[in-house]
């Protein structure tokens, strides 16, 4: 049987995610155990921004990852320091831009040339001068699923690394932004450290060209993206973070005073949360017999949009084993959590546990269908 404080449950109406708090804490020791002595690890706040989780995150030191206004406000909200808040995306608007300088952030990753020139103009209306680092796409396969990788010459993030030498250049004539650094993110739920192998040896040429131009970084961001067990969140409660860190550590060719920055979000908080749902009905098909829950892909996106597998436990019961659809009430064939999985036997009323679905679960929930958001519990 599993670990969940089912007597916890009884009452709290379903769906809802519940963060077992104390894996946080454990794995947010573990990563800062095996970070590198003076990098700064930048929570991506897209991966759960669940404002209880962002406090416990925050307490650890960490800095924030931040993809829009909102995500910026949260991060000051939670406690994470303006100066440890760095902010991603293609599409920054003019009002998110002033925002993120007048709190004060550490770094813009600004990906074109023509968010340069904004950034700068209103950094002049503001008085102020953007810290910057350009987000570099280093056309690096990160082996993942389509969806989520962003280092391809396809993908619309960054800039072309053929185009690095001139946009430094043009940066260097502008009059508000302080080039800082240079950004990669090449993809995420990465699982080999292969792609980021190919990364350090990407960047360590990109710094050599730079060098030989006469443009030094402080800092050096690649991203986030390491990968999680799905499949056997229990026996990987907490990732590797050794085997990602020292590849950095090993294969990075930092030059004085640089400080390599890390974006992760998934690893983080992925395997503290589980969306727990109720049984509704047991419908016997003509080949197969579905399970149908309260939640759908409202609540948990990953399966419908990714094809994403999270393993799936029939909490409540000790019935044998048996072979079932597992799907949701929403009205989209795509509403599916899986197929053919084995769950002890189920009836009307089992708590259903889906798990590793602290990442990327509650943040993307929405309101299709006009349903309510899932709710939260936390184990502390
Ligand atoms: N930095 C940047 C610039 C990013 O775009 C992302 C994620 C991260 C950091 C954090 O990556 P992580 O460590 O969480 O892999 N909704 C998808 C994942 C989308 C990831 C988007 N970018 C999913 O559910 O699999």
Redesign the pocket.
């Known amino acids: 049987m599993n670990s969940f404080p089912i007597e916890d449950f009884q009452g709290v109406s379903t769906p809802f995610y519940y963060y077992d708090v104390a894996l946080l804490r454990r794995t947010l020791a573990e990563l800062c155990a095996r970070s590198p002595r003076g990098s700064v690890v ?1 929570y ?1 706040l ?2 759960n921004s669940n404002r209880a989780l962002l406090r416990v995150i925050a307490a650890y030191g960490l800095g924030a ?1 931040c ?1 829009s206004g909102g995500e910026i406000a949260l991060a000051v909200e939670s406690g994470f320091a303006p100066g440890k808040i760095v902010y ?2 293609v599409g920054k608007t003019d009002r998110e831009i002033n925002m993120a300088l007048s709190v004060g952030i550490g770094c813009f ?1 600004v990906e074109s040339v023509a968010e340069l020139g904004v950034i700068d103009a209103l950094a002049a209306d503001a008085g102020v001068i953007a810290p910057v680092a350009i ?1 570099v796409n280093p056309h690096i396969d990160a082996h993942t ?1 389509h ?2 990788t ?1 280092g391809l010459s396809e993908n619309k ?1 960054g800039v072309d690394i053929s185009q690095i030498p001139d946009v430094v250049e043009y940066v260097m004539r502008l009059s508000h932004v302080r080039l800082r650094g240079v ?1 990669f ?1 090449i ?4 699982v080999s450290m292969q792609p980021y192998e190919t990364l350090c040896a990407t960047i360590n040429k990109l710094q050599d060209d730079l060098e030989s131009r006469d443009v030094k970084m402080d800092y050096i961001n690649v ?5 999680v067990d799905y499949e056997d969140p229990d026996r990987h409660a907490i990732p590797d973070f050794a085997s990602y860190f020292d590849t950095f550590s090993l294969r990075l060719k930092m030059r004085e005073g640089q400080i390599l920055h890390f ?6 908080v ?1 395997q503290c949360g589980t969306l727990i749902a109720r049984v509704l009905y047991v419908k016997e098909g003509l080949n197969k017999s579905f399970v149908i829950v309260d939640a759908g892909m409202t609540d948990l ?2 399966p419908a ?2 094809q ?1 597998k999270h393993k799936i436990e029939n909490i409540t019961s000790r019935g044998p084993e048996r072979v079932y659809d597992v799907v949701g009430p929403i009205c989209e064939t795509s509403d599916s959590f899986g197929s053919a999985i084995m769950l002890n036997e189920a009836q009307r009323g089992d708590l259903i546990a889906i798990r590793s679905a602290g ?3 509650e943040s ?1 929930a929405s309101r299709y269908n006009s349903r309510d958001l899932p709710g939260v519990l936390l184990s502390e």
Do not use: W
Request: some cysteine; overall charge positive; glycine content about 20%.
């Open positions: 930048h991506a897209k991966a990852d993809v991603s995306g990753n987000r699923h969806y989520i962003t993030f950004h993110h993809g995420s739920q990465i991203g986030g993206g390491l990968g974006e992760p979000g998934r690893s983080i992925c996106m990953r949009l990714y994403a990442a990327y679960g993307m």
